[in-house]
């Protein structure tokens, strides 16, 4: 592998840019494998990357029907925070964060995290007590998170429209400034590479349409176009469609399937400084490296595979990004997509054993995956690897459901994640 | 912008007067209290999540107000029909084919 430098940047400029290897080689699947992993998305390949590197097993397959990093981790709008209300959210989140910290040089690869800070605006007296609620239960949980002022606000995010006329007036803001954003598609590209450099197969184009298991219960491997493959473990990550895969294997699962919208508009000089997100009208902003002013909110209200969505959905959210920044009224936007998210009652993931033997899930992470993309790859190998759980995603099981011990993001925070 | 016809008010209108209401025809328990956690938990959580032609409940709240049932494929978003709350479950041979 490679290792990048400016050294080698500069050793292969001077060679005309002509002999850079290939990063991870399109592997065609062997017969069987310890583990295989369902999902080359970040959350995937991030789990290939920690079995083989923290745990020692290489003889490991992610096996993806599309192509890699081709599902919602490039659909996203990259907003990583960890500014969440519960314990076990605050753990699992920050744990992300404290990886995304270090992560482009854990990888060699530059991710190009940027702590720009989230903010969070308040429209009413309700968000002020909300939002101050979570900045003191963060705040016990050592996540960083503070209170700021609308004058504060403003300061920090020259843009926004603090005025009394204004159509939803800022009252205050909550800002973690941990926080920020990530090149998406290198995060996928990154364990990639970093996987397959220690022996990970990735495996694209090849839709896994069934999962079996033996006479005992236990798993036996995955039905695919290209035959049976056997392993002794198999982990399913497979965000949107997580239910279709999973129900094959007899698991049904408190999830629904939803588009969730995003779109960019055209690249502009640098503008705007940080993450803006508004829960009361539901919309986030924040600016790409490349100049676009990426855009995004909630869910259709529909279930849905099309990874199409509806206009009404946009309509609403542009119009409610225009109301919060007048400045932005005459842009144009360039494209707009949607992802599959899977969604559980409570907002919360469910990350690691089912009742079959040897089958593993990470799923339900909803309109927040991507954020967690560290922490919950980094756990589930753990679990994996070890067959139980790590102690921070102990608490996302599949059990919750049945006790009723729910993780309530959903009502605790009622905000886009 | 989804099309959907009321089988109330027998118009089809745009998407934005209605309000999606989750998947049909799931029958709360006559007894909860007799109910075990697992049947509990499947009630209250457990959802088919369909690829292909879904039965769900909408709601027409910019119109009638009241609440009817659908068949959507969720792949192309088409509706293949919609009917009054209350009544049957159509068979899943008797709807027309997605795309017509």
Redesign the interface.
């Known amino acids: 592998m490679t290792h990048f430098s400016a050294l080698s940047l500069l050793r292969h400029a001077l060679g005309g840019n002509k002999k850079w290897e290939e990063q991870w080689p399109n592997s065609e699947p062997k017969a069987e494998y310890d583990v295989i992993i369902v999902g080359a998305g970040g959350h995937g390949l991030g789990a290939a990357y920690y079995l083989a590197k923290e745990h020692g097993i290489t003889d490991v397959a992610v096996i993806e029907k599309g192509w890699l990093g081709g599902g919602n981790t490039g659909r996203n709008t990259t907003i990583i925070r960890s500014n969440y209300l519960y314990d076990e959210s605050a753990r699992l989140y920050d744990h992300a964060l404290d990886l995304w910290e270090g992560l482009s040089q854990e990888l060699n690869y530059n991710v190009m995290f940027s702590q720009r800070g989230v903010m969070m605006l308040a429209h009413s007296v309700h968000d002020v007590q909300s939002f101050q609620r979570h900045v003191h239960a963060n705040r016990l949980n050592d996540v960083d998170n503070r209170w700021l002022t609308k004058e504060e606000a403003k300061a920090y995010c020259p843009p926004l429209d603090i005025s009394q006329t204004a159509r939803y007036p800022v009252m205050g803001a909550a800002l973690q400034k941990r926080a920020g954003t990530a090149r998406h598609d290198a995060v996928a590209w990154g364990y990639a590479r970093g996987a397959a450099a220690r022996g990970v197969d990735i495996i694209q184009n090849c839709p896994v349409t069934a999962i079996r298991s033996d006479a005992t219960g236990a798993v036996e491997g995955v039905e695919t176009p290209r035959g049976f493959i056997k392993a002794k473990k198999v982990a399913v990550s497979a965000a949107g ?1 997580t ?2 895969v999973m129900d094959s294997a007899g698991v ?6 939803y588009p969730l919208q995003a779109l960019v508009s055209e690249p502009v000089k640098p503008i705007f400084p940080c993450v803006v997100m508004s829960n009361t009208v539901h919309a986030y902003i924040s600016q790409s490296d490349k100049g676009e002013l990426v855009i995004g909110s909630g869910t259709d ?6 990874q ?1 969505g ?3 959905l946009i309509e609403h959210t542009v119009a409610a990004i225009c109301e919060i920044f007048p400045i932005f009224n005459r842009m144009r936007m360039l494209r707009k997509w949607a992802g599959i998210v899977d969604v559980t ?1 409570d907002r919360s993931a469910i990350l690691g054993k089912t009742p079959v033997q040897g089958l593993y899930v990470n799923c339900g992470w909803g309109t927040g995956g991507f954020k967690a993309t560290p922490g919950a790859a980094h756990t589930l190998a753990w679990t994996v690897a070890k067959d139980e759980p790590h102690p921070i995603n102990a608490p996302f099981t599949l059990e919750r ?3 009723g011990r729910l993780i309530d993001e959903a009502a605790a925070a009622a905000v886009a994640h | 912008m989804l099309l959907i016809h009321c089988p109330y008010c027998d118009e089809t209108l745009p998407e934005a007067e209605f309000a999606y209401a989750g998947e049909a025809h799931i029958v709360r328990p006559d007894n909860p209290a007799d109910v075990s956690d697992e049947e509990w938990r499947d009630f209250l959580f457990i959802r088919n999540n369909l690829k292909g032609p879904h039965y769900e409940r909408w709601r027409h709240i910019h119109g009638c107000g009241r609440f009817f049932n659908a068949v959507r494929n969720t792949v192309t978003d088409r509706f293949l029909t919609t009917y009054r709350a209350g009544e049957r479950r159509p068979d899943p041979e008797s709807l027309p084919e997605d795309g017509q």
């Open positions: 469609h239910s279709v049904r699962l408190p999830l629904e399937s209200q529909y279930t849905s595979y099309s199409r509806g206009l009404p009652p459901f049945t006790t």
